[in-house]
T-cell receptor
Framework: GESVGLHLPTLSVQEGDNSIINCAYS??????FIWYKQESGKGPQFIID?????DKRQGQRVTVLLNKTVKHLSLQIAATQPGDSAVYFC??????????????FGQGTILTVHP | NAGVMQNPRHLVRRRGQEARLRCSPM?????VYWYRQLPEEGLKFMVY????????ESGMPKERFSAEFPKEGPSILRIQQVVRGDSAAYFC?????????????FGPGTRLTVT
């Protein structure tokens, strides 16, 4: 079946570097994407979202890029800090029927930031 | 503003017992979603509820699992006759009552261990 997946399961960076976490999705009908951060023992924390009619969206230190041509989503974190260490998930919403708001999550990327 | 609340945070049950997981959505939210997360995996959708209605239960096992969101009180995910394979983290998310927003806010989760 169609699903969201990630290219890299782990990413290690030095404090201060920029991080890029990638996500591939296979359902061209997906109209909404979210990035979540999950720290150990906690629930997913909303980072940033983007609708399919946009290519780029910026937040505080984070940018999400959407390339619908190749069905690719990325999360860029500027000046990565040790507190950014966590598992990052992308999630998509596939519209239609009763699936309103039902998110399909990727496997996750473990980001480790070294001081 | 209180976020999504879940209790208990940790639950240990023996095989064959019942597990009841509770979720109180954020204030003003009337949409509730339940997800299950196995170790080192992404979240998997289980069920989507609005007050007194199950909207989408396509991710819920047909047997032993049930969910409700009564007019008053928290949403309940009930697992009867638990088995070891039910051991997982169960997350609840809520979203606002108005349409057009997919943004979901997650609770801290309930970690169920079946011995």
């Amino acid at each position: 079946g169609e699903s969201v997946g990630l290219h890299l399961p782990t990413l290690s960076v030095q404090e201060g570097d920029n991080s890029i976490i990638n996500c591939a999705y296979s359902n061209s009908a997906s109209d909404y994407f979210i990035w979540y951060k999950q720290e150990s023992g906690k629930g997913p924390q909303f980072i940033i979202d983007i609708r399919s009619n946009m290519d780029k969206r910026q937040g505080q230190r984070v940018t999400v890029l959407l390339n619908k041509t190749v069905k690719h989503l990325s999360l860029q974190i500027a000046a990565t800090q040790p507190g950014d260490s966590a598992v990052y998930f992308c999630a998509e919403n596939i519209p239609g029927g009763t699936s309103y708001g039902k998110l399909t999550f990727g496997q996750g990327t473990i980001l480790t930031v070294h001081p | 503003n209180a976020g999504v609340m879940q209790n208990p945070r940790h639950l240990v049950r023996r095989r064959g017992q019942e597990a009841r997981l509770r979720c109180s959505p954020m204030k003003g939210h009337s949409h509730v979603y339940w997800y299950r997360q196995l170790p080192e995996e992404g979240l998997k959708f289980m069920v989507y509820l609005q007050k007194e209605n199950i909207i989408d239960e396509s991710g819920m096992p047909k047997e032993r699992f049930s969910a409700e969101f009564p007019k008053e009180g928290p949403s309940i995910l009930r697992i009867q006759q638990v088995v070891r394979g039910d051991s997982a983290a169960y997350f609840c998310a809520s979203s606002p009552a108005y349409g057009g927003s997919y943004e979901q806010y997650f609770g801290p989760g309930t970690r169920l261990t079946v011995t």
